[in-house]
């Protein structure tokens, strides 16, 4: 069957079981302006695999402390989403990070029995506390009672993480082999990070530390330059017509 026969019949077996989920607010910086660049291109790739879509401009957790940091938003907004079960799979994907192919279900990256997949990103030379890590720019879940157990956990442990807050987290919990049965090192396609872990056929084009940390327009320009690079509008209308 013709590959484009294939995502017909594909498509057309699917509710809407999955959620493709961002979040982003002006802390320190515009940052919603790349989530405003970005939700038509996801809104698109979401409808098209039967998918829903939110992105969350609003603060999750309201708190005095000075240490907050609002990377923890995401992991108590993964958690009610998993609490409340409407969902299969939930796609966590990074403001700096952009579909470019629209030809792959991101269902299709977590193998059968898994619950939770991340890529793996090398060490940085000469950065100590950048060793080889479970990136979290993007989270393939699978909402089960394994998964639901696992975010709980990261949750209980909040603020406990810099400088990575959550992704030490759930780095630090990953060390603990009972969660292997639940996780995959997920296929660098879905997050490929310019310069790290670039993959020949990206699905998500990720740029996760480049530019300063709060230099919105540096990841911005290069996730534009990448939509022009793969044709992404083409495939936008593409799906559309």
């Known amino acids: 069957m ?3 026969a294939e995502q017909r019949e594909r498509r057309t077996r699917m509710d809407n079981n999955a959620l493709f989920l961002q979040s982003c607010i002006n ?18 790739y979401a409808e098209y695999w039967n998918m829903d879509y ?12 000075p240490e907050y940091n609002p990377a923890w938003d995401r992991i108590k907004l993964m958690m009610d989403l998993l609490d409340e079960g409407k969902y299969e799979y939930i796609f966590w994907v990074d403001h700096d990070c952009v579909v470019v192919d629209f030809s792959t279900d991101l269902r299709t990256g977590l193998d059968d029995g898994k619950d939770l997949a991340l890529v793996m990103h090398p060490g940085i030379p000469g950065h100590p506390q950048m060793g080889a890590h479970f990136n979290c720019g993007v989270m393939l879940l699978r909402c089960t009672e394994r998964t639901k157990d696992f975010f709980h956990q990261v949750w209980d442990r909040r603020f406990s993480g810099p400088p990575w807050y959550e992704q030490d987290v759930i780095n630090g919990l990953l ?5 292997m049965e639940m996780f995959q090192i997920a296929d660098d396609k879905f997050n490929s990070t310019l310069r790290v872990n670039d993959s020949p056929t990206p699905v998500v084009a990720a740029f996760h530390g480049h530019g300063s940390h709060h230099d919105v327009d540096a990841r911005l320009n290069l996730m534009k330059e990448a939509y022009e690079h793969y044709n992404v509008e083409k495939q936008i209308e593409t799906v559309k017509g």
Request: glycine share 2%; proline share 5%; net charge negative.
């Open 54 to 65: 939110f992105a969350n401009r609003e603060i999750i957790i309201e708190t005095d402390d």
């Open 27 to 44: 802390w320190q910086a515009e940052m919603t302006r790349a989530l405003d660049w970005l939700e038509p291109i996801h809104r698109a």
């Open 175 to 179: 060390r603990d082999l009972s969660w």
């Open 2 to 4: 013709p590959k484009g």
